[in-house]
């Protein structure tokens, strides 16, 4: 059914927004809970691999088109279209997230060396000594992650019997590269929630007390590391040749990859939403526990660079002066809105600018690309700031339009409507290359 949009297009004669309610199980991450591969690691602000096969089908993907995904997150959709024999490079800007992806897609690790060395770790996990204490641990060559306030994200327990996991994993695994990084991608698919002490809202990690908790660190491994064998034998007996590619990468700059990338045909993908979200938090204990940052402010700095970050340094430059428009495109269709908002507050209003200056940003960097028959797929969220509605969907595709890069935006199809309110929606924002 198609509705009137509260912002028209200039040059449409009525609205391309639609309803088309899809349930939450198919579109959001819970449909890969319980799917080959997507169930390794789960990073609950992201889509379902249902939704990726919606959206190949939408956008008319053909025998032999690569896709692209510039917002790679959990790789969702770079692994369901590995699954489904289709090339797919992914940029993704959070080191954690493109290991996690790289990792992930490789099919390659024998399942009986893998077996057998998770019996090995689970025999010399109960058998070998550890430290009695966290004053304990320098004995043992061990180092609480250098995470603000550790004790608050972990159990001493609980870090104690990580530690000293991790450490297993790295002498059983020796030389082996693929075995290590497949044990330590399952401990990072069960170290949020299930060992450290925070909870998944609908979109941040939140502090929980588990002091009375019973959590069984390597039960808990073996448990789901078990899985992730029985899904990597499942995909080498039934999976092809082809592999999907992860690049780390700002999508908004990719000039030093460009020449790596095929012709791609289709774009699926979702970058942040504006409502102040941070990947950088969501995955922080993950950058701080396997080494990917040491210091607090490589944090502020990877989220002053992200769309949509505001931890940290990103919210401190924001409080300061007026973002400009990146260019005439979003200010005619972004400043109106943007101009509501800095009548109640500066820093939102700037935020919501930056936003979609990123946004817009990233479309032009495709062009870098080689491009054929170029159709996308952006999924989106709208969101309510300081009472200002703000209909991301049909400021997007206004965007791709008043680029005059030759983008048609076809179809704003919402979703679903989102949890934290009637009015607010997720999209998909469908436009093509004329």
């Known amino acids: 059914m198609k509705t009137q949009s509260l912002l028209q297009f200039d040059d449409s004669p009525a609205s391309v927004v639609e309803y088309n309610d899809i349930p939450a199980k198919l579109a959001t991450f819970k ?108 004995k043992f060559g061990h180092e609480i ?27 059983v695994c020796g030389d082996d590269d693929g075995a290590r990084n497949f044990f330590r991608l399952a401990l990072a698919g069960v170290l949020v929630p299930d060992l450290t002490n925070v909870t998944l809202g609908k979109l941040q990690l ?66 942040p939403y504006p409502n102040r979200y941070s990947y950088v938090w969501n995955t922080r204990p993950h950058l701080y526990f396997f080494d990917f940052i040491k210091l607090a402010k490589e944090a502020s700095a990877l989220d002053l660079k992200t769309i949509g970050g505001t931890w940290g340094t990103a919210t401190s430059i924001l409080q300061k002066g007026i973002v400009a428009p990146i260019n005439d495109a979003v200010d005619r269709v972004v400043s109106p809105v943007v101009h509501e908002i800095r009548q109640k507050d500066n820093l939102m209003a700037n935020y919501v600018l930056k936003y979609f200056n990123l946004l817009a940003k990233q479309i032009l960097e495709l062009e870098r690309l080689p491009q054929e028959n170029m159709r996308c797929a952006y999924v989106v969220g709208n969101s309510r700031t300081k009472e200002i509605y703000i209909e991301t969907d049909v400021l997007l595709g206004r965007i791709f339009e008043e680029l005059n890069i030759g983008y048609e935006t076809r179809l704003i199809d919402r979703i679903r409507r989102r949890n934290s309110g009637k009015d607010l929606h997720e999209s998909i924002v469908y436009a093509w290359k004329k």
């Open 31 to 138: 449909s890969g809970l319980a799917a080959l591969v997507h169930r390794w690691f789960r990073l609950t602000p992201s889509y379902g691999p249902d939704l990726v096969q919606t959206m190949l089908e939408k956008l008319e993907h053909r025998a032999g088109e690569r896709v692209l995904d510039p917002f790679s997150g959990a790789s969702t959709t770079s692994i369901e279209c590995q699954l489904l024999g289709i090339k797919c490079y992914g940029f993704e800007i959070n080191p954690f997230l493109h290991w996690i992806g790289k990792t992930s897609m490789n099919w390659g690790p024998d399942c009986g060396i893998l077996s057998a060395a998770l019996s090995e770790i689970n025999r010399n996990f109960k058998e070998m000594s550890k430290a009695s204490s966290v004053d304990d641990l320098a």
């Open 145 to 171: 992650p250098p995470i603000h306030n550790p004790h608050r994200w972990w159990r001493n327990d609980v870090i104690i019997d990580l530690l000293h996991l991790r450490s297993i994993i790295d002498q």
């Open 206 to 271: 939140h502090f929980i007390d588990r002091s009375a908790h019973e959590i069984d660190v390597i039960s808990t491994f073996v448990r789901h590391t078990s899985k992730m064998i029985e899904d990597l034998q499942a995909v080498q007996e039934n999976s092809g040749d082809i592999r999907s590619e992860i690049f780390h990468v700002d999508s908004t700059d990719i000039e030093s990859i460009a020449s790596s990338i095929e012709p791609i045909s289709c774009v699926i993908t979702s970058p």
